[in-house]
Nanobody, 127 residues
Framework: QLQLVESGGGLVQPGGSLRLSCVAS????????IGWFRQAPGKEREGVAC????????YYADSVKGRFTISRDIAKNTVYLQMNSLKPEDTALYYC????????????????????WGQGTQVTVSS
C-alpha cells in the first residue's frame, strides 16, 4: 500500500529555514513524480515544487523559486523540501504527493491532481 508521511514542519521566524521530509513506503521513488503542495486557511491549494516532473527535472512555483529546493534520497525513499528565506506568506499546511505522471496534455507539472497524498505538516512563519 502506497503511503506518504511528511514531517519537519514547525514555527519559524521570517528569514529562517526549515527542511520538510516526505518518507514514501509501498513504492520506490524512481518511477514516480513527487510534488510538494501547500494550502493556507481560506486559500486554494498551491503547487510548490516537484521532482522528476518536468522532462525528468525539478520544477518550482514562481513564489518559491530561488528560496526552496526539492531533492530526494533514493536509498532512504525520501523526498525533501529545503525552505530558506521563509516569509509569513509561506505559512500553510504542506503536503507531499505522488503520481506516475506525466501531467495531462496542456497542464503544468503542478497543475493536475496527483494520485496519492500524505496527511500534511504545518509550517508557520511568524515573529
Amino acid at each position: 500500500q502506497l503511503q506518504l508521511v511528511e514531517s519537519g514542519g514547525g514555527l519559524v521566524q521570517p528569514g529562517g529555514s526549515l527542511r520538510l521530509s516526505c518518507v514514501a513506503s509501498g513504492f520506490t521513488l524512481d518511477y514516480y513524480v513527487i510534488g510538494w503542495f501547500r494550502q493556507a486557511p481560506g486559500k486554494e491549494r498551491e503547487g510548490v515544487a516537484c521532482i522528476s516532473c518536468s522532462d525528468g527535472r525539478s520544477y518550482y512555483a514562481d513564489s518559491v523559486k530561488g528560496r526552496f529546493t526539492i531533492s530526494r534520497d533514493i536509498a532512504k525513499n525520501t523526498v525533501y523540501l529545503q525552505m530558506n528565506s521563509l516569509k509569513p506568506e509561506d505559512t500553510a499546511l504542506y503536503y507531499c504527493a505522488a503520481d506516475r505522471g506525466p501531467a495531462p496534455y496542456g497542464m503544468g507539472p503542478l497543475e493536475y491532481e496527483y494520485a496519492d497524498w500524505g496527511q500534511g505538516t504545518q509550517v508557520t512563519v511568524s515573529s
